[in-house]
């Protein structure tokens, strides 16, 4: 499988506690982004990397989170302190710039109790 | 006024019918524009994607995009059961992608 990954699928925190989450971009994409859906909702940005270099975080986004690409190829989310309100898909999609069709992975599923 | 706009649906159709799946955008600049399929529990998956005016077709597909209305739409024809999803409309914004809350299509058999 060629795809984007994402690991874990699924994960159950603790208010307060700290939550990362990884993903594998497709190994040819140079562009991989972070967005966050609840239901009902489209998914929603949150950052961007065009290689190892963050091109662009939402305005939107606690300084809770952080999400780093060391070596350009996976990346990883960080939140810190979870809220219930951080509860979403957290989803990855990884791209080439010139069209910027972005292919998603399965997604990061986060309940925050 | 939200930047990229879907209705909501539920947009029901009778199989082998066209189902009509229409978006419209706010910011004049775009320049791509983007379809995605929804399945319950699921990630999207793109369908396809348009930059110029006038029809794109891909299989049952067609895409339509009007920059001067700043609408984008999405034709499926002979729609199956297997259709039945929610259809997210999507918008590059410098690099980044504006999704509409997706639009929910019910194919009856």
């Known amino acids: 499988d060629t795809g984007v990954s994402q690991d874990p699928r699924h994960k159950i925190t603790k208010r307060g506690q700290n939550v990362t989450f990884r993903c594998d971009p497709i190994?040819?994409?140079?562009?991989l982004y972070w967005y966050r859906q609840t239901l009902g909702q489209g998914p929603e940005f949150l950052t961007y990397?065009?290689?190892?270099?963050?091109?662009?975080k939402s305005r939107l986004l606690s300084d809770r989170f952080s999400a780093e690409r060391p070596k350009g190829s996976f990346s990883t989310l960080e939140i810190q302190r979870t809220e219930q309100g951080d509860s979403a898909m957290y989803l990855c999609a990884s791209s080439l710039p010139r069209y910027n069709e972005q292919f998603f992975g399965p997604g990061t599923r986060l309940t925050v109790l | 006024q939200k930047e990229v706009e879907q209705n909501s649906g539920p947009l029901s159709v009778p199989e082998g019918a066209i189902a009509s799946l229409n978006c419209t955008y706010s910011?004049?600049?775009?320049?791509?524009f983007f379809w995605y399929r929804q399945y319950s529990g699921k990630s999207p998956e793109l369908i396809m994607f348009?930059?110029?005016?006038g029809d794109k077709e891909d299989g049952r597909f067609t895409a339509q995009l009007n920059k001067a209305s700043q609408y984008v739409s999405l034709l499926i024809r002979d729609s199956q059961p297997s259709d039945s999803a929610t259809y997210l409309c999507?918008?590059?914004?410098?690099?980044?992608?504006?999704f509409g809350q997706g639009t929910e299509l019910s194919v009856k058999p």
């Open positions: 910011d004049r600049g775009s320049q791509s």
């Open positions: 990397f065009q290689n190892e270099a963050q091109l662009e």
């Open positions: 999507a918008v590059n914004q410098g690099g980044k992608l504006i």
């Open positions: 348009i930059y110029s005016n």
């Open positions: 190994s040819e994409h140079n562009r």
